[in-house]
């Protein structure tokens, strides 16, 4: 059974940072990353990273998030990781960690396993 555990959101004022962790369990995954869901908003596309192989690695970013997040993965943990910087109040969401084994990235319905989620609180 594959199951992906989030950690690291929390509360932060604008302009600060916070790193989120997700673990998943028992293999390595081509496509992994980070959707969010705001209040009263429908889930959107954050961020992926997409291992090629050998230590090639795509990243792909979402416009409002571009040059203030950073994805990255260490695939010897099965965890990728997400580096917030610059937050906003817009920012505040719950983020839910997916997973997939294809090239898909930006497309909900692509991806295979979803984390439970963590939630992000960004302070005016």
């Known amino acids: 059974q594959v199951q992906l555990v989030e950690s690291g959101g929390g509360l932060v004022r604008a302009g600060g940072s916070l790193r989120l962790s997700c673990a998943a369990s028992?293999?390595?995954?081509?496509?992994m990353g980070w959707f969010r869901q705001a209040p009263g908003k429908e889930r959107e596309f954050s961020a992926a990273?997409?291992?090629?192989?050998?230590?090639?690695?795509?990243?792909y970013y979402a416009d409002s998030v571009k040059g203030r997040f950073t994805i990255s993965r260490d695939n010897a943990k099965n965890t990728v990781y997400l580096q917030m910087n610059s937050l906003k109040p817009e920012d505040t969401a719950v983020y839910y960690c997916?997973?997939?084994?294809?090239?898909?990235?930006?497309?909900?319905?692509?991806?295979?396993?979803w984390g439970q989620g963590t939630q992000v609180t960004v302070s005016s």
């Open positions: 028992g293999r390595t995954f081509s496509t």
């Open positions: 990273i997409r291992w090629i192989g050998g230590s090639v690695y795509y990243r």
């Open positions: 997916v997973a997939r084994d294809g090239s898909n990235w930006s497309n909900a319905a692509e991806y295979d396993y």
